[in-house]
């Protein structure tokens, strides 16, 4: 067991042994440090946060770990363009090629660079938003007023609850209902990137996944969210399939398939996020009839040999088809055992479902035209 999980282990934990405990009581010791540090640097931040002269939506989270910002984004991107907006996305990249440069990963008619340069996520955004500018860096600021030049109206700021130094005119928080208040602690005790006051500073809350939890919980986290920010609206969201794409096409960037082509056909999956279980589940929704799957480690880099065994366990469990994840098919674009597959790749796309009038989100923008 690596020391990470053995750490997370410990925050789920209602009843430690004595070891436990005393290595809990170091994490809350750091816990301390960790919190008030990321406070002063948030006020350092704030104070002397630049204006990039257009307005900034940032869309973040108050804990470490995925709640959906990606399908996110690109549902307010689309809105944002069917209200006559000309979004841009901005992201930090991270671990990419760009990160600590910064460049653009699409104009909003072509991608420019690879999917190692843009980073996993950057680059599916380009992919899934072909008219939308996306462009990456660490310095947020830069690619704020680069995008502002390319003739962007309004920014999507991916990840950006935490990116003090750029003024932003909302900020949407996502929070993920299976656990929205990461164990109740900061980092490395908990999962909080920030103490809970900061959610005061949010313009919507949206609680993704809240079709895993039971009603009541959701309404319990509401009565949570309403003690801390008793003003801040708040919407319900859940992630849903919506196509079923050979991959050579979502590769090209045509996004056609329906699901009712793919019902009952037999499919392997393959995938290496921090939850298959929930993309099996997702798959069974679609439609699909799950013959075995294949789960490396989340942010695994897929190589020719991981093609060609899916395939195998594929071929000896008669699949008609391989089924992966967005985030997965981008890191096997480049992969020439793709082109050769005797199995047909699929991927299977999600989307943002908001469960109550998606127009709380749109008047984040009315009057910021």
Same mark, same amino acid.
């Given at each position: 067991?690596?020391? $990470? ?10 009843? /430690? ?10 994490? $809350? ?103 939308? /500018? ?45 656990? /929205? ?35 009541? +919980? ?9 003690? $801390? ?16 794409? /050979? ?20 499919? &392997? ?7 298959? +279980? ?17 789960? &490396? ?18 071929? +000896? ?53």
């Amino acid at each position: 067991m690596s020391f $990470e999980n053995y750490v997370t282990g410990l925050m789920k934990n209602p009843a /430690p042994s004595f070891g436990d405990r005393l290595v809990l009581h170091l994490l $809350e010791k750091l816990e301390k440090v960790y919190l008030s540090q990321v406070v002063k640097k948030r006020e350092k931040d704030r104070a002397h946060a630049a204006d990039c002269g257009i307005p900034v939506i940032s869309v973040g989270n108050i804990t470490a770990g995925g709640t959906g910002k990606t399908p996110c984004i690109i549902a307010m991107a689309d809105m944002l363009e069917k209200d006559g907006f000309h979004p841009a996305i901005i992201s930090r990249g991270y671990r990419s090629g760009l990160e600590k440069e910064g460049g653009v990963v699409s104009d909003g008619k072509r991608i420019l660079v690879s999917q190692s340069m843009a980073g996993d996520e950057p680059y599916m955004m380009a992919l899934k938003l072909p008219k939308v /500018p996306v462009l990456v860096g660490r310095d947020r600021i830069a690619s704020a007023r680069r995008a502002r030049e390319m003739g962007a109206d309004m920014l999507l700021m991916d990840d950006g609850f935490q990116y003090w130094k750029l003024k932003r005119d909302r900020d949407i928080v996502l929070l993920d209902c299976t656990n /929205p208040f990461g164990y109740g602690h900061g980092l490395p005790r908990g999962l909080l990137r920030e103490p809970l006051d900061a959610l005061k500073r949010a313009s919507l809350f949206i609680l993704t996944k809240s079709d895993q939890v039971s009603p009541e +919980k959701v309404e319990e986290i509401k009565g949570h969210l309403a003690q $801390e920010a008793d003003s801040v609206p708040v919407i319900s969201a859940c992630h849903r399939p919506s196509k079923a794409v /050979p991959f050579a096409c979502w590769k090209e960037r045509v996004h056609e398939g329906d699901l009712s082509s793919i019902q009952g056909k037999r499919a &392997y999956l393959v995938s290496g996020i921090g939850n298959p +279980k929930a993309f099996a589940g997702t798959a069974k929704e679609a439609g699909f009839f799950l013959t075995g799957e294949m789960a &490396y480690d989340d942010h695994h880099r897929y190589t020719e040999e991981d093609v060609r065994n899916v395939l195998s366990e594929a071929v +000896k469990y008669g699949a008609d088809m391989i089924v992966t994840t967005e985030k997965d098919a981008v890191k096997m674009m480049n992969l020439l055992e793709m082109e050769r597959a005797v199995v047909p790749f699929y991927v299977l796309e999600i989307e943002m479902a908001f469960l109550e009038d998606q127009s709380l989100i749109e008047k984040q923008w009315e009057d910021l035209k």
